[in-house]
Structures are given as C-alpha cells and as structure tokens.
C-alpha cells in the first residue's frame, strides 16, 4: 500500500477563493508530481519535482504553484479558483534512484469550483 | 502528439471473454508500465516491462514488451467484471525516467 496521502478528497468552492491542495508522502521519495486529470481522461503532468527546492511546470499548462520546502510535502496552489479549474488533481512520487521508475499516487482531491 | 498511443480508447465485453489492449509508439523506452485506475481512485501500478521481448503473467492478465521496446500489450483471458477501470501504460525515458503517459483505455466487464 502506497503512503501518499491527498486532502482534501473532495472540494467545492466558489470562484476567486485561494486553496491548496495537499500532498504528503511517507516514502522518502525525492521526485514528486501532480497531474490534472478529467474523469476517465488521460493524465496531464502539471507540475514536477526532483526534491527540496526544485520545482519545474509539467506539459499542460497550469495557472496553480507549487513549493517543494520539505521533501515529504508538495502542496499546490490555486490563488484564484474559477469554473475550468473543477478537475481531479493527483500527486504522486517516485524514486528513481535505482532505476525502479513506479509512481505511486494518492487518492486524488475532486475539485469543483462553483 | 502523444507518443504512446492506446487502443482501443474504450471496450465493454462480456465477462468471460478475452481481450487484448494496445500501447503503441515511434520511440524507444527503457521500460514501460501498466497501471490500472478505478473511478474515484489514482493509478496502481500492475507491471513493469524492462526487457524487448519480455512476457509477465498476473493471474489472467499477460503483459508483453516488444522486442523492439517501442510497443507493449495487455490481454485479459477471461475477463470479470472487477477488471473494469482505466488502463494506463506509461513508458519511462531519459536518465531521470521521466514517465510519458497513454491516454488511457477505459474496459468496462459487463456480468
């Protein structure tokens, strides 16, 4: 069983609101990453990091932040929510270090922004 | 462009049937893995393929590398209905093992 945990599951929020999304993982991986996903869609890399202090957009653009501070936390963040940000946001880590390239997700956070 | 390419995108089949799915691509990876999703829930790794021409087996479900180690299969025997979900193939490259995503093929086991 992975340990990487999101919260919240699941968010509704009016438009203009600041959030965060958190993500912690227990695993002591140095790569971590959120993808945007639509229900049943493909995966869309949004933002990326190799470890603390590193952190690097991913393919889709994305108008959320991201920090990197401790190496088991990877919050984003959205200043001002709108309606086309209402999607599933997955985190995920990895460690690559020995070559083993699984990632290993949390549960994802709904969101819906009203 | 996506460089993995999936198909199909969507399969309903009885339960009881078999069934192949596809992960294709002009480019070469160091290894390729599948995943399989549930709704409500984030991908769960089922494989790793490292080897061209590598075959595993979970249960009923039989993984294969192509030789090449451009392109990768997923066939179901006998497939049941708590094999539903999306499956996901993600092929790493570079030395940091970025993983490239599939778009994903939703199967849908009908009882």
């Known amino acids: 069983e992975a340990d990487i945990y999101q919260t919240p599951r699941y968010l509704v929020i009016g438009t203009g609101k600041k959030i965060t999304l958190e993500c912690s993982q227990t695993?002591?991986?140095?790569?971590m990453y959120w993808y945007q996903q639509d229900p049943g869609m493909e995966l869309h890399l949004i933002h990326y990091?190799?470890?603390?202090?590193?952190?690097e957009k991913g393919d889709l653009s994305s108008e959320s932040t991201v920090s990197r501070i401790r190496t088991e936390h990877f919050p984003l963040t959205l200043e001002s929510a709108r309606p086309s940000h209402t999607s599933q946001y997955l985190c995920?880590?990895?460690?690559?270090?020995?070559?083993?390239?699984?990632?290993?997700f949390g549960q994802g956070t709904r969101l819906t922004v009203v | 462009t996506q460089l993995l390419e999936q198909s199909p995108q969507f399969l309903s089949i009885q339960e009881g049937e078999n069934l192949t799915v596809y992960c294709n691509s002009s480019?070469?990876?160091?290894?390729l893995q599948w995943y399989r999703q549930e709704p409500g829930e984030g991908p769960v790794l089922l494989v790793t393929?490292?080897?061209g021409g590598e075959v595993k087996k979970l249960k009923r479900l039989t993984f294969q590398f192509g030789d090449a180690r451009k392109d990768s299969s997923l066939h179901i025997t006998a497939a049941q209905p708590g094999d539903t979900g999306l499956y996901l193939c993600?092929?790493?490259?570079?030395?940091?093992?970025?993983?490239?995503w599939g778009a994903g093929t939703k199967l849908i086991i009908k009882p």
């Open positions: 990091s190799y470890g603390v202090n590193s952190t």
């Open positions: 695993m002591g991986h140095d790569k």
């Open positions: 480019s070469v990876f160091s290894s």
């Open positions: 995920a880590s990895s460690d690559p270090g020995q070559g083993n390239t699984e990632a290993f």
């Open positions: 393929v490292v080897t």
């Open positions: 993600a092929g790493a490259k570079g030395g940091n093992y970025q993983l490239i």
